[in-house]
Structures are given as structure tokens and as C-alpha cells.
């Protein structure tokens, strides 16, 4: 479910970054830079919540109630559902870590951060996860494209 959009002014950001418009641009569309930011802003602006008590934890943000939730990134390459320690070159999904991390959390917030500086906010609960992944909506590892993830957006809206 979309649940809000934040914005950037992208003149006033590239000139206090001494970077160029197009570079602000590319650097705020690659999640592993943006995150950092979103992150922040969700949890402040969004949910009324606050971040986690250290970049280690195994969750981002807790929402007002105290809730613990993940902020995934929707890039060009996509998004993914595990936990961030079975992303990369040499990790591996495990099951029952997947398993694990949807039992501590509430859900996901994902950010369409390829549309920055406008950037779309959607709420996923679990549940709907769980359901996504015993249909095999998503992929093994639990990463799927961003059409993918698109398509399935519209079936929570």
C-alpha cells in the first residue's frame, strides 16, 4: 500500500553536495547510497517512528508503536526480501533465516528510490510476504525484478 512520497529538491541538494544535478541523481538512485537517507526520512517523516539503534541491527526502523520494520530499496535491479547478510557475491539464501527475520518484524517498507528525487513509499506487512513467497511469487532467494515487484505493489494498493 502507498503510504506517502518524499521529496527532494535536487538543485538545492547537487549544490550543497558540489556535484552536478546528474550526479546527485545517480548517486541517490543506487540503494546502496540512498538507503543511508530513506531510511531516516521514513522513520521521521513517514511512520513517526525512529531508526534502529545501530546500523547492525537486524531490522531499520521501529514505527510510533515500537513495531521493528525493514526499508528495502526498489532500484533498477530490483529488490529482495531476506535478511542483507545473504546478499552479495559468496553469500547464500537460507531458509530458515528468512524464516527468522519474518518472525522478528512487522514488514517492509520499500522505496521506489528510481524515480528520485520523488520517491514513492509503499507498506508491506508480512503476512503478505509470507504469502508472495509460499505462491513462489518471489524469487528463490527471495529477490525479484523491479517489473516483478511492480506487479505485485498493485495487487496490495
Not at 529538491?9 to 552536478?20: G, M, N, P, Y
Not at 531510511?39 to 510510533?64: C, K, L, M, N, Q
Not at 533498477?76 to 530458515?96: D, H, I, L, Q, W
Request: net charge positive; with cysteine.
Amino acid at each position: 500500500m502507498h503510504i506517502g512520497t518524499l521529496t527532494w529538491d535536487v538543485d538545492a541538494l547537487a549544490e550543497q553536495l558540489h556535484l552536478t544535478v546528474d550526479e546527485t541523481l545517480e548517486y541517490f538512485k543506487d540503494g546502496r547510497r540512498g538507503s543511508f537517507v530513506v531510511e531516516r526520512r521514513i522513520a521521521r517523516e513517514i511512520i513517526g517512528g525512529r531508526i534502529s539503534e545501530t546500523e547492525g541491527s537486524s531490522f531499520d526502523v521501529y514505527d510510533s508503536e515500537g513495531n521493528k520494520w525493514e526499508v528495502r530499496s526498489l532500484t533498477k535491479g530490483g529488490v529482495y526480501f531476506c535478511p542483507s547478510n545473504m546478499v552479495g557475491k559468496g553469500r547464500k539464501f537460507e531458509e530458515a533465516g528468512f524464516q527468522a527475520k519474518l518472525d522478528e518484524i512487522k514488514g517492509y517498507y520499500v522505496a521506489r528510490i528510481t524515480t528520485f528525487p520523488e520517491v514513492e513509499v509503499f507498506k508491506i506487512d508480512v503476512e503478505q510476504v509470507r504469502k508472495w513467497h509460499k505462491k513462489k511469487e518471489l524469487g528463490k532467494n527471495t529477490k525479484i525484478s523491479k517489473a516483478k515487484m511492480e506487479k505485485l505493489l498493485k495487487t496490495i494498493a
